[in-house]
């Protein structure tokens, strides 16, 4: 137990030196969610990298329900966090499959809002996100897994800026847990 603790310690110390370097800016900043911000968090360059998104999903898959099995989130954000959880999950032996929920519903072959292997319903999913500020965008995935009869608990974050998400989540019944906060990067 004592060697899991270090190496997630250390694989966590490992991810942060690469969000530092990669994905954090100081200046003067608006966001997705329209609000002002002295600190941007841009997570892609960490997460479309082979290190970057193998310790990402590393940590996740420790985070995550055991009892979700599958994935889910917003197309573009949580592409690579949705395939990188569910390769990791297999290579461990677990089933895990994903779901990617797109902003749009396709106009075209059979107009669907999700993308992945059929579920049955009440399946347990799990939402990934790169960065909650306001939880708008994990809000609407969630709405899109109950439409379609899926049960979610929770939001997994890479980082969880602090500006009300977690009590939006709280607001749905769904729990947020983030690797990080921006305290970490302030």
Do not use: W
């Not at 329900?65 to 999950?89: E, F, N």
């Not at 602090?162 to 983030?178: C, P, R, V, W």
């Amino acid at each position: 137990m004592k060697n899991f603790v270090q190496n997630k310690n250390i694989n966590k110390d490992n991810l942060l030196k690469l969000l530092i370097e990669k994905s954090y800016k100081k200046g003067n900043f608006t966001l997705a969610s329209g609000k002002q911000s002295a600190h941007y968090l841009n997570c892609k360059p960490v997460s479309l990298n082979g290190t970057g998104l193998q310790l990402i999903s590393d940590l996740f898959l420790e985070l995550m329900d055991p009892s979700s099995k599958a994935v889910a989130g917003l197309t573009l954000g949580a592409d690579p966090l949705v395939s990188g959880v569910i390769v990791m999950a297999a290579s461990r032996g677990l089933l895990l499959d994903a779901l990617i929920i797109r902003k749009e519903i396709k106009e075209h072959g059979t107009k669907a809002g999700l993308e992945g292997p059929i579920l049955e319903e009440g399946t347990v999913v799990t939402v990934l996100e790169d960065v909650v500020t306001t939880a708008g965008s994990a809000i609407k995935a969630i709405n899109k897994l109950r439409e379609n009869n899926f049960l979610v608990k929770e939001v997994l974050s890479i980082v969880d800026r602090k500006e009300g998400g977690y009590e939006a989540l709280q607001e749905q019944n769904i729990k947020l847990k983030s690797l990080f906060s921006i305290e970490d990067f302030v």
